[in-house]
């Protein structure tokens, strides 16, 4: 498929990545940012491919990450890092990175370096009141649980934090629908649409 574009400076920049073995987008998040819904309208939009680092995790094993690591196997963060290496790899694609992948040193050591490269790498960023709506964690709980929209805010900030020292792009999902969200992150990262 071809990428057309009416300024040739965005579609080489497209073209620039590709060429240079570096994905053409990364998308980082918490859980709930919605990384997978943004990748998704990007690639119809944009004709790239997806690669989600959660599904080559899930192919690899044959289970789900949330499986694998219920599960409690010993493996599970090994294949996770193969899986987003792998991921990362993937020149001129559209690759979304687990939520957590942050905290693995080798996959963070990527992220720097394709930054350094002249990665797009985007931080798609959601508060606690958006992520519990979004995955379900407003809803009338036991007390017994504790507190889980502290431990969250904490997940959240720590997270943020970490995609800060990568990211060269930040887009806030709050109150904006899927569409609003992606042409935010093409326009910024001169990614060409297909016309």
Do not use: F
């Not at 998704?40 to 004709?47: N, Q």
């Amino acid at each position: 498929m071809t990428i057309e574009c009416v300024d040739t400076s965005v579609a080489g920049t497209v073209r620039d990545r590709e060429s240079s073995g570096v994905p053409g987008l990364v998308l980082v998040g918490v859980s709930g940012a919605g990384k997978t819904a943004v990748g998704r309208a990007i690639a119809s939009l944009t004709g790239m491919r997806l690669v989600e680092t959660d599904d080559l995790v899930e192919r690899q094993s044959g289970k789900s990450v949330a499986q694998l690591i219920i599960a409690g196997t010993g493996d599970v963060e090994q294949v996770r890092q193969e899986c987003a290496l792998r991921a990362l790899g993937s020149a001129g694609a559209i690759v979304t990175v687990g939520a957590s992948q942050i905290e693995n040193e080798a996959v963070a050591r990527r992220l720097q370096r394709l930054n350094d490269q002249g990665a797009a790498i985007v931080e798609l960023y959601a508060d606690v009141s958006e992520v519990a709506r979004r995955e379900g964690l407003n809803k009338p709980r036991s007390v017994g649980l504790g507190a889980p929209r502290a431990m969250l805010r904490l997940m959240i900030a720590n997270l943020h934090e970490k995609y800060s020292e990568i990211a060269n792009v930040l887009v806030d999902t709050r109150d904006k629908t899927v569409d609003e969200v992606s042409r935010t992150v093409i326009e910024q990262c001169k990614i060409a649409l297909i016309l």
